[in-house]
């Protein structure tokens, strides 16, 4: 599935940013089947898992974005997105926005996240 991420850009400490992710050319339906995540890639550190909301809804997040960051996911819209409140400097990253379906993964293009004052 294409995936096109959005959303990304400059934030103060403590500000908040919506990253989106859409699937404009997946079936609806199919996308629905996707666990559909976000994972970042900090300068010099190797790419890590953000959160994940699976095809059941259910949604994981990684400890370090636990209360902060909310992943959702709109099957009708097939888009799935992150709300990040309370950014920290140690959430500047590249994000990603992932799919998977069994042994199948797609990535979109990153989006630049960058919190600093």
């Known amino acids: 599935v294409q995936l096109q991420a959005s959303g990304g850009g400059l934030v103060q400490p403590g500000g908040s940013l919506r990253l989106s992710c859409a699937a404009p050319?997946?079936?609806?339906?199919?996308?629905?089947?996707?666990?559909m995540g976000w994972y970042r890639q900090a300068p010099g550190k190797e790419r890590e898992l953000v959160a994940v909301?699976?095809?059941?809804?259910?949604?994981n997040y990684s400890d370090s974005v636990k209360g902060r960051f909310t992943i959702s996911r709109d099957n009708s819209r097939k888009t799935v997105s992150l709300r990040m409140n309370s950014l920290k400097p140690d959430d500047t990253a590249v994000y990603y926005c992932n799919a998977k379906r069994g042994l199948n993964t797609d990535w979109g293009q990153g989006t630049l996240v960058t919190v600093s004052s």
């Open positions: 909301v699976e095809s059941s809804g259910i949604t």
């Open positions: 050319r997946a079936i609806f339906s199919v996308f629905s089947t996707y666990d």
